[in-house]
């Protein structure tokens, strides 16, 4: 007998048995769906941070603010564009 | 990779090569994928169940990890290979890297798990499953190329690019992979020539 006979014989086909529907059901479950929700998650972002400037371009704000300076108010700007960045990942996540 | 809520438009049964289904899947067809997983599936689990010592629990878990690489990195795929011996390469590291996270150099023998073809007659069926145990008793690099080279019928080349290990090295796995299968079977009555 040889060695390398016998290993070939050793092949069989896998018949799939509702395999391929547990793998699209995990990509359905486990992956998040990107495209869209990204998209969307993306302009939301703008959108805040956009606003966010005008917030504090006004003059309320101004007011409010009026004794810190453009630096700081920008680190403000910052900070919201974080918050709405980590809101809408919550957002996609979920 | 676009979500799957996108289906394609299922224009007939007709088999597909494979650079259609990538590109369709990789454009967000999820009827396209799900037609590149039946079509290999048998590939990946068959390399997995020979390399996991026929465990068929771990290999269903494997194989269903190697697909879902496959879904989140086929847009990435470059046509430079063929799908099998990306798949092959795919899965070789999915297997490295799990038995890697279990710690252990020999995998467990679980002969009686995969059922053997209903006609082999008992002789040969001992014979397969000495055959089973003398695979599982190698370790993971000689298993690996011992399958891939013997089992696959992949060139030896294929298998080191699978394995990414160099060529030379791969030919030093078969060898002592074969004279420990040789070893082992003859202890356990089998005289096999390499």
Redesign the interface.
């Known amino acids: 007998m040889k060695l390398d006979d016998l290993l070939k014989d050793m092949r069989q086909e896998i018949p799939d048995n509702g395999f391929t529907d547990r793998v699209m059901t995990r990509i359905e479950e486990d992956l998040p769906a990107w495209d869209l929700d990204h998209v969307t998650s993306f302009f939301v972002e703008i959108g805040i941070f956009i606003f966010g400037v005008f917030a504090l371009k006004s003059s309320l704000i101004q007011t409010i603010f009026t004794h810190l300076d453009l630096s700081t108010m920008g680190l403000f700007a910052l900070g919201g564009l974080l918050i709405a960045a980590l809101i809408s990942q919550d957002m996609v996540l979920e | 990779?676009?979500?799957?809520?996108k289906v394609s438009d299922a224009s007939g049964t007709s088999p597909l090569a494979d650079e259609q289904l990538i590109r369709r899947a990789a454009s967000?067809d999820?009827e396209a994928?799900?037609r590149l997983?039946?079509k290999h599936?048998?590939q990946v689990?068959?390399l997995l169940?020979?390399l996991t010592g026929f465990d068929p629990q771990r290999t269903?878990e494997l194989?269903?990890d190697v697909?879902?690489t496959m879904?989140?990195t086929l847009s990435s795929f470059r046509f430079e290979s063929s799908l099998s011996t990306w798949l092959y390469r795919l899965t070789s590291r999915h297997f490295v890297d799990d038995q890697r996270r279990r710690k252990s150099r020999i995998v467990e023998v679980s002969i009686e798990t995969t059922p053997e073809?209903i006609h082999c007659d008992t002789e040969r069926l001992d014979?397969?499953k000495s055959?089973?145990a003398a695979l599982a008793q190698l370790k993971d690099e000689e298993r690996m190329a011992?399958v891939l080279t013997?089992?696959?019928?992949l060139t030896f080349v294929e298998a080191a690019e699978a394995m990414g290990v160099p060529l030379g090295t791969l030919k030093t796995h078969v060898l002592r992979g074969?004279e420990h299968?040789?070893t082992f079977?003859r202890q356990n009555g089998?005289?096999?020539?390499?």
């Open positions: 990779m676009n979500s799957l809520s967000g999820a994928f799900r997983v039946t599936q048998s689990r068959g169940l020979r269903d194989a269903q697909f879902l879904y989140e073809p014979l397969r055959l089973r011992i013997g089992m696959e019928e074969k299968m040789k079977l089998y005289e096999v020539e390499l």
